[in-house]
């Protein structure tokens, strides 16, 4: 599977983005898909994760409430709203596939990776 992250940018505290992250290469809806993050200098940490069919979301603390997880397998598409952004959500996040279509959390039980896109919330 090959992964390919967008959406991010600049945006002041209190506001909104919306990330994506494309898939090609294998059976999209085959895949548990998740949403990571690492700020400079610190370790890469879960965000979100959805199941293959999207019935199943789970988000870590620090975002729940505040970003939602969605997947629309007829584009092979992951979404990642994040509404009331904080300069403490600044960081590269990364969005990934693990097989098995379980929505994880576990950094090592994913199988591919994207890129990467920069979010920065200023204050």
């Known amino acids: ?19 994506s992250c494309a898939a090609s290469g294998r059976t999209f809806s085959n895949y548990g ?4 993050r690492q700020a400079p200098g610190k370790e890469r ?3 979100a994760a959805i199941s293959w069919s999207g019935g199943i979301t789970t988000y870590a603390d620090s975002v ?7 997947r629309d397998n007829g584009k092979n598409t992951v979404y990642l709203q ?3 952004l904080k300069p403490e ?4 996040y990364y969005c990934a596939a693990v097989r ?11 199988d591919y990776w994207g890129q990467g896109t920069q979010v920065t919330v200023s204050s």
């Open 45 to 47: 940490e879960f965000v």
């Open 33 to 36: 898909m998740g949403w990571f």
């Open 82 to 84: 994040m509404n009331s």
């Open 89 to 92: 959500d600044t960081a590269v």
């Open 1 to 19: 599977v090959q992964l390919q992250a967008s959406g991010g940018g600049l945006v002041q505290a209190g506001g909104s983005l919306r990330l």
């Open 100 to 110: 098995g279509g379980r929505a994880n959390t576990i950094i090592a039980t994913y």
């Open 64 to 70: 729940k409430g505040r970003f939602s997880i969605s």
